[in-house]
């Protein structure tokens, strides 16, 4: 469900209270993948930090800052991801919030069921 920026921003607070873990798939314009895991580590009007200093003392160098303005959101939990993004992860994963970039990148964040 495509949902406004201050509402994907409260959804990024919610989990930022709960200390939930983040899986981060990032495909830029290009094709190029990366991914990441952690918990959000800062959260601003315009930027969301997601990095793994909760699990490590070095953590805080495994991460990815996503700019939020002029992103899309979309938002929803598993029962109603999009088949592509379930595979044998939907038993793992909880929520997600999918933010697609004019350029074509697409950042996919899903939130863990494990902890």
């Known amino acids: 469900m ?3 920026q201050q509402q994907a921003i409260d959804v990024l607070r919610e989990w930022q209270r709960k200390k939930k873990v983040i ?6 314009s290009i094709g190029n ?3 990441s895991y952690g918990c959000i580590a800062e959260l601003t009007e315009s930027s969301v930090r997601i ?3 909760t699990f490590s003392r070095s953590g805080s160098n495994i991460g990815i800052v ?5 992103a899309s959101f979309s938002f929803g939990q598993w029962p109603e991801a999009p088949e592509e993004d379930k595979g044998d992860a939907n038993f793992g994963y909880d929520e997600y919030l999918v933010l697609s970039f004019k350029n074509g990148s697409v950042c996919k964040l899903f ?3 494990l902890l």
């Open 66 to 70: 996503i700019a939020l303005p002029h």
């Open 51 to 53: 990095d793994a200093s």
């Open 2 to 4: 495509e949902i406004p």
């Open 23 to 28: 899986q981060c798939g990032l495909r830029d």
């Open 33 to 35: 993948n990366t991914s």
């Open 111 to 113: 939130t863990s069921k």
